[in-house]
Structures are given as C-alpha cells and as structure tokens.
C-alpha cells in the first residue's frame, strides 16, 4: 500500500540523496518561522533535519526589519513606563502631608459625620482589621500642647491635691471672646448639611440664642424660620459655641510654664432643657486636630449627651479607626443620680483624664472608667492610625463644645408639641490638673 508522504520528510527512502531547490527548503522550517510569513520573525540562521541531512535557513531582510521595529517599539514602551512612575512619585512628594497624599484628605477637618456621637445602624467595630493608611488632615490653631497658661485666683475651693487649671464662671454679661467662638447656620463651614444629622436649627450669635445672664450660660433653641438664599428654610434657631483654637486639655497635658500634668480633671456643672420632643442637648469634646485620621480616628468624648425627655445622660468614648467601618465606641446610658430628669436641676459632671484611664462621674457617683489598650489590651481604646502611639487617640489636647440641637437623627423631628423656647443651662466649666 502506498503512504501518503511523510509531514517533515522527503517521500523517497532516508538513505537516497536529494538535491533540494531554496523553495522547497524555505518549505522545510519545521519551527513555524517562514520568510512568507509576516507574523514570523527569526532571528538566527535556523538548523532542521530531513533524516540525517542538515538544511540550513538564513533569515530574510523583511525578518531583520521586524525585529528592529518591534525592539524599538518595545524599548519606547518601556521608556514611557519608567517616565510616568517617575512623575507620580514626584507628584506625591509634592502632594503629601506627613505621608499621606492631599487626595487621600477627607474633608471636613474638626468636624465628625455625625455628631455629637451618632453612628449609622450599620456601623461596625471593625475587630483587628487595621486599614493601610488612615488620612491625615491637620488644622491650624493655636491650642497645642504647652501653650494653656495656668489661670490665677480661683473664685472656687479647689480640691485637695488638685491645681486649678483653667476656668469659665459665666459671670459676666455676654461671652468671653478669649475662650469661645460662636459656630454658624448648618454646618456648610465645616462641610455638613444639616450638620450630618438632618438637624433642623439654624445657629446664631444672637443673645436670643446664646446668653451669659445671673451667672449662667444660657443656649436656648427658638422657633423662628431662617430661609436661605435658595428658599430652602430652618424652622428654629439655637446655639453652638467651642473653645477651638483658644483651650483645650488632656491626661498628660503640658501648660505653658512647662508642668505636664499626669492627670486632668474636667467638671462642669449644666442642666437640660425641659422635657419635650425632638431636642437634644450637648456638652462634649473634639481633638484640635485630625493628626490620626477622619472621625472617629482621632477621638471624640461625649460627656453630657442626651435628648428629649432628659432622663438618660449618653456618656461615650468614639475611637478607633475611620467611620464607618473602621470606628468603635463605648457607651454608658447612666440614669440621673437621684432619678428623675436631668431637666430638674444641676448635674456636675465630672472627667478624669489620665494618659491611660478616662473616668467619667455624676454628682461624685462613678459612671464608667476606660483604659488605653496599652494596659488593657482586650477592651482599651486604641487608635487603628498608623500614626498613633500606645493610648492614641485621647494622647492630644480635645476643645469644649456646647450646643443645643432640634431634631435630627437621634432625638427625632421636631413636632408641634416640641416645646420652644426652651434652654440649656451651663453654670460653670473648670479643669484641675495633678501629678
């Protein structure tokens, strides 16, 4: 039976010798590269075998050509590659703080999504999960560490072993400017709307909504529209005062006559609005800085936090890494000491603030103590930035906040049965220091 010839032999017998024409040995590459083919490409003389016999094949000019025109074009590429990387690395050291590219900066700085201390239902702890980089957003004030002076002659009995630091009596007739800024509208100063709780007030500097009268601060939440410039319309106003750039403290703090200071006690003295619905009332601090990253990165301390009927103070350490999946928060609900409302009369409250330990008392009845994870590794606040030390973030100075809000997310919206004008009465903030 004859057989079909052979793929990459001759038809005739090995042994007999042949005599082959260019055509049938550029036939012959066995190897897929053919000078017809202009997908080929070869780069050396190529060696096959018909049995026993070596054909040899000398690449053709069309072959050399491809090969300098893809080499070229691959060198440019590779060029192009190298030239970009460059530029981004130059791009981020010119875009950087500490470390951390100005796109990588969320906004607003000193102000948390939510405040003061709500958390979406969604919210997670976050367990070990340690982002790679927490943004950094640093503002400008003059409250750093170092700079408080010590206040002289306190018009109070100061407790045994303490140092009187820094106080506000109210005693006057309007607000101190040395220690208090008035905060504006709804928030679109530090990038909120409706201060990122669907709040309802507008606030003011007019001594309708804030006052300092016998020998008290007064912040009182009005019925009365504000209509902005788009029609849109805020049905009450009300107060929100900080000491932001002007006083701020912390367990560890250093004054301006170089004493650091193991241990900082801040008390202050307030007493809620009268019960109703869709008001929310706020004694609280923020840090002077967003140095370990966007709320609650950074920290935020609610000390006197509570709503409507006054009957519940929400005590509460945020802390942990960037809402919302990042941060954590420790909360006690604590009844007022005595029963009743907060709306009553005057509760002192009380922080002691160490580098390690955050107590928080009413009316000398202890409420809640919190460690740094640096001693209490399975429960302590941390920080998840990698800029932060071992009792990161309460380890920097936090200002005072005061406000009375209408409406919004935790207390609810405001009704017809809310209760305006109604007040928020401050008799008295003083911070002590011990070592």
């Known amino acids: ?46 060696k096959v075998f018909d049995g026993d016999q070596e054909v040899s094949f000398q690449p053709s000019c069309w072959s050399r050509f491809k090969v300098l025109i893809w080499g070229t074009a691959a060198v440019l590429v590779v060029a192009a590659i190298i030239g970009l990387s460059v530029a981004m690395v130059e791009t981020n050291k010119n875009t950087t703080t500490n470390g951390q590219s100005e796109a990588e900066i969320f906004p607003p700085p000193g102000a948390p999504p939510y405040s003061p201390g709500m958390e979406p239902e969604e919210s997670s702890s976050g367990g070990g999960v340690t982002p790679e980089g927490v943004p950094i957003v640093v503002d400008e004030s003059s409250d750093e ?45 530090e990038g909120l709307w409706a201060w990122g709780n669907e709040e309802e007030q507008f606030y003011t500097d007019s001594e309708a909504n804030v006052q300092v009268s016998d020998g008290t601060l007064k912040i009182t939440a009005r019925r009365e529209d504000t209509v902005l410039p788009d029609g849109y319309v805020f049905e009450y ?83 942990g890494g960037p809402w919302p999946k990042y941060s954590e928060r420790f909360n006690a609900y604590e009844n007022r000491p005595g029963g009743g409302s907060f709306s009553e009369d005057f509760t002192v409250v009380t922080m002691d603030w160490s580098p390690t330990e955050i107590q928080m008392s009413m009316d000398g009845e202890l409420a809640f103590t919190l460690k740094s994870q640096s001693v209490d590794s399975k429960n302590g606040w941390y920080s998840k930035s990698l800029n932060g030390g071992p009792n990161s973030p309460f380890d920097m100075p936090f200002y005072i906040i005061l406000n009375l809000a209408v409406g919004g997310k935790y207390p609810g919206d405001a009704t017809p049965d809310t209760l305006t004008p109604n007040t928020f009465e401050i008799d008295y903030i003083r911070v002590f220091g011990k070592n």
């Not at 049938?24 to 780069?43: C, H, M």
């Not at 109070?156 to 009596?169: K, Q, Y």
């Not at 005693?171 to 400017?177: A, H, I, T, Y």
């Not at 220690?179 to 100063?189: I, P």
Request: proline share 5%; glycine share 8%; net charge negative.
């Open 237 to 319: 106003t009300s107060g929100r005062i900080n000491t932001k750039g002007k006083a701020a403290f912390y367990g560890g703090m250093t004054t301006a006559d170089g004493t650091q200071w193991n241990t900082v006690r801040v008390e202050a003295s307030l007493k809620a609005p009268r019960p109703t619905v869709g008001l929310w009332a706020a004694y609280w601090m923020l840090p002077i800085d967003m140095r370990y990253g966007v709320w609650a990165s950074s920290g935020e301390i609610d000390i006197y936090e509570m709503k409507n009927q006054f009957v519940k103070n929400n005590m509460a350490l945020h802390y």
């Open 1 to 46: 039976m004859q057989r079909e010839p052979m793929e990459g032999r001759h038809a005739n017998d090995a042994s007999q010798e042949h005599a082959y024409t260019e055509e049938e040995t550029n036939a012959r590459v066995y190897d897929g590269f053919r000078p017809d083919d202009k997908a080929s490409v070869v780069l050396e003389n190529v």
């Open 145 to 189: 560490d170092g700079t408080l002076e010590i206040m002289k002659n306190p018009p109070f009995n100061v407790p045994n072993g303490w140092t009187a630091l820094w106080w506000e009596e109210f005693n006057g007739n309007s607000l101190d400017p040395r220690w208090w800024n008035y905060q504006y509208g709804y928030g679109e100063a």
